[in-house]
């Protein structure tokens, strides 16, 4: 056992979760517990987009080979589309690609691959609360089949994803008036190696391929734009798909819509205190508007910081990690912020134009964006 703590709760096996036992697991760290309420495969509302960052990331994870999933595709670029239909296009270097693949089948590789190297993971596990004595946290109160339990243990890190019950413990969480998203696979003639970002002024489209005639494709929304729509959920996707012609005129018509979900509202997020004992990474650390596609490369690289720290005994905690996390982003948070201003219309076309005279430079841009 690795010095300074006993006994470790990682609580949720999301990318975050799993990535992280798996590093420590390599660490020589061995009182180790991961739990998750889910049961695997389980379902993530998500973009199916890994950038190559996130790709090389779960590349270098131990006991953990992503170019070993046959459902992956590749992705040779991303394409930024103004709602007057200009492109920058970001090409990845053909060692460094991006990939298409749908989430419950990335977490529950990963999950698969923590068990291989003996790590303890148990599915339908809900964490409650820790327990806290003499200022100390000595356990967790957890729910397991609608009985509740104890786990003794010295360290909870929260890797419970947005809606954090950990982090909602020891941080000031507003809700701050987000978008929403919804995100549905849908049947294509041709899919295609190339993942999109369409901005419009009502809405955004993300594009993901996921499979020869399958894409991912989800819109990011105010939630009144969405309330005054009416009908399903799945008429409501294809209204929005309808409103966005240069997605249609890529991909032609909406084809089969094989489900449509929705999740949010996403928004910014007040600091979160430092508390002995407990960590946050992933979703549960800080959660932006999914626009970038960054999610999963920033919840393994807030995995890959905290296995550090832990590996060195040195000091962290929710705000040491977010502070470190965002510097290690640095300019890239500054893109996602222009891209989330309120009125972008005209403005992203006059802007869009002006790069676009500059191939060179925008490919390079939208590559050191997107991690390559
Ligand atoms: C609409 C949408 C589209 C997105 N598109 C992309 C994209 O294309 N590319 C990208 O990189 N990112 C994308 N993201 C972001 C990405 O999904 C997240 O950043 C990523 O999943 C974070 O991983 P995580 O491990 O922190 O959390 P999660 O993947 O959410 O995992 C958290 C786990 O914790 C478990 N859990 C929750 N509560 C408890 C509890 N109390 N007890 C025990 N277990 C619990 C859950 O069951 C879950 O398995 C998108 C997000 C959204 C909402």
Redesign the pocket.
Known sequence: MRRGYRSILL???????SSLALRLHAAGWQNLLV????TFP?E????????PA?SGLLETLPGFSLSSIPERVILRRLELVSPGNRSLVGPFNVGSPGHGLK?EVL?AALVHAARQQGITVKEG???VEPVIEQERLVGARLEEGGHATEHACDLIVG???????VASGIEVRPKPPGRV?L?ARLTVERAGADAFMFLGPEADL?I?PVGPHTINA?FLISPERLKIMTGTQAERFRSLWHLMPAATGRFGGCGEVIEVRG??P?GFRKRPHDVAGMAL????LG?RD?IS???????LLASSLLAEKLNQGAAFGPRTLGTELDREFGWRRIPDRLLLLPYRGPLLDLGFGLFSRFPQFTSRLVQHAQGT
């Open positions: 609580v949720g096996a999301g990318p975050a979760g739990i998750d309420k889910s389980r993530k509302v998500c973009g199916d987009y890994l950038n996130a989430r977490d596990v809900r964490f890797a419970d994803g947005l809606h954090s019950n998203a995100v993300g993901c989800g999740a949010g996403f990474i992933g979703d549960a959660f999914p596609g960054n999610g999963v490369e920033r919840a």
